[in-house]
């Protein structure tokens, strides 16, 4: 749904796919563009007198097609008519709803499956833990946002705890996301 897709779409794709075809008709009746072809067919020749009809309606492509080919400037703003068969939108709706679902479950799955030990952190981010094994961590906020001025902020960050060393882990700005800018 580029402004440049029509740059891209020759005669000849206008006339070999349906949907661009339907598309540029759609863009270019109605008396918007003047010396476009009419077609003379008539839907119920189509069985009471098929010869007829398909020789007009071939009669039609052809002049059509002269038309696109002698005035190509006619295939711009057809894309716009495009909307109804892009996929693009029910990828994204599908997509959307794929992330709403994902976000409400992950917090479930990682506190019923890889939850190591909670904390709640004061106002300045601190928190205290103790009797946690070595090993690799992450410190995450669950999805959950803290408020931080017009942000909302989301923690997910990695943490080596090594034996019989304090850890020390700071919760910031600086390795923060804003909850907004990743979630729409």
Known sequence: MAPDTDKLITPEDVMKITEFFDAYERTNSGGVTKGLPAPKYKESDKEANPA????????????TRKFVESYPSTITGMETELGAVNPKFKWDKALEEHNQKVMQLSPE??????????????LDGHFSISGLPAGNYWVSSLGMNASSGDKKLVWDVPVTVQAGKMTRVELSNLNARDFNSTHP
Do not use: C, G, V
């Open 52 to 63: 007829r009809y398909e020789k007009q309606h071939q009669e039609f492509l052809a002049a």
């Open 109 to 122: 799955l990682a506190q019923t499956k890889y939850l190591a030990t909670k904390a709640d952190t004061d």
